[in-house]
């Protein structure tokens, strides 16, 4: 079998959370604005970037790295196709704000149940996806892919939950002791 050239493995590990950074700078744009804007969208998408790189540490950290017949390039793309539900329910969303006023928005999410269980409707949908990667993983019981996904969540949610909310945290934490 001819080897690869090593700039094919490296656009294989970076175009879907390339996608996955893309769509939230977009809908960040089409949110704050009702349109895309390269000038709102490219800069979006950057600092959002800090979410698929999250997953791809979660994911380096429970990886089989000698054991697998999939190069760590190809299960980053297999990995991020659990995405597109979250990406779909999110340009869903900000389609909503572009196509809609503020206001007429924000009488729909008045009562936010909707968004809620349809959010944890796709959250379900992913969290199950990523189950069947980690399972399909050569020699992976039911057990290690749960535990394979569990690890992978945390190492990825808390450091987003971290970046994301942080710098406020840190000046709650600021005023109380008076810095």
Not at 35 to 42: G, I, Q
Not at 49 to 64: C, D, R
Not at 76 to 102: E, K, Q
């Amino acid at each position: 079998m001819a080897q690869q050239p090593p700039h094919s493995n490296a656009w294989l590990a970076i175009r879907r959370p390339l996608l996955v950074a893309a769509v939230f700078g977009c809908a960040v744009s089409l949110m704050t604005s009702g349109r895309l804007s390269l000038r709102l969208a490219a800069p979006a998408t950057l600092y959002w970037s800090f979410l698929p790189l999250l997953e791809i540490a979660g994911l380096a950290a429970v990886w089989p790295w000698k054991r697998s017949p999939i190069s760590f390039a190809r299960a980053i793309d297999l990995f991020f196709v659990s995405n597109t539900p979250w990406s779909l329910w999110f340009t869903a969303f900000a389609g909503l704000w572009a196509l809609f006023s503020p206001a007429r928005v924000f009488a729909w999410t008045g009562n936010p149940w909707p968004v809620y269980a349809s959010a944890l409707a796709v959250g379900l949908w992913c969290a199950r996806l990523d189950f069947r990667f980690f399972r399909d993983i050569p020699g992976r019981t039911p057990a290690l892919a749960c535990r394979d996904l569990a690890v992978q969540r945390l190492i990825a949610w808390t450091g987003g939950v971290a970046w994301f909310m942080g710098p406020a945290a840190w000046q709650v934490v600021a005023s109380r002791v008076g810095l």
